[in-house]
Nanobody
Framework: QVQLVESGGGLAQPGGSLRLSCLASGFTLDYYGVGWFRQAPGKEREGVSCISSTDGSIVYADSVKGRFTVSRDNAEKTVYLQMNSLKPEDTAVYYC??????????????WGQGTQVTVSS
């Protein structure tokens, strides 16, 4: 059974850090691009980052460039999202998803259940 489970969310102060994890099971993570998304209350879901499994190429949304870092450990079947210099506007439910392909095509096959990130003083 294909499953993606996010963890690591919680409450952080502005300027703080959190590291999210996306643990995959039921399939070989090596074969797929993995994306991170977020959805804030009353807003549409937006793409945050994506990491391919071909050459490890990465894309980031402009809103998180220089602050967030995505990485993957295929052996551990986990993709990470390191979030630094957090801002209140980063508050959202964060989701990971796997692409249909090895690269970031934007065709998402499976989604996790999400983890809440709240940035507040």
């Amino acid at each position: 059974q294909v499953q993606l489970v996010e963890s690591g969310g919680g409450l952080a102060q502005p300027g703080g850090s959190l590291r999210l994890s996306c643990l995959a099971s039921g399939f070989t993570l090596d074969y797929y691009g993995v994306g991170w998304f977020r959805q804030a209350p009353g807003k549409e879901r937006e793409g945050v980052s994506c990491i391919s499994s071909t050459d490890g190429s990465i894309v980031y949304a402009d809103s998180v460039k220089g602050r967030f870092t995505v990485s993957r450990d295929n052996a551990e079947k986990t993709v990470y999202l390191q979030m630094n210099s957090l801002k209140p506007e980063d508050t959202a439910v964060y989701y990971c998803a796997i692409d249909k392909y090895r690269y970031c095509s934007g065709t998402w096959k499976h989604w996790g259940q999400g983890t809440q990130v709240t940035v507040s003083s």
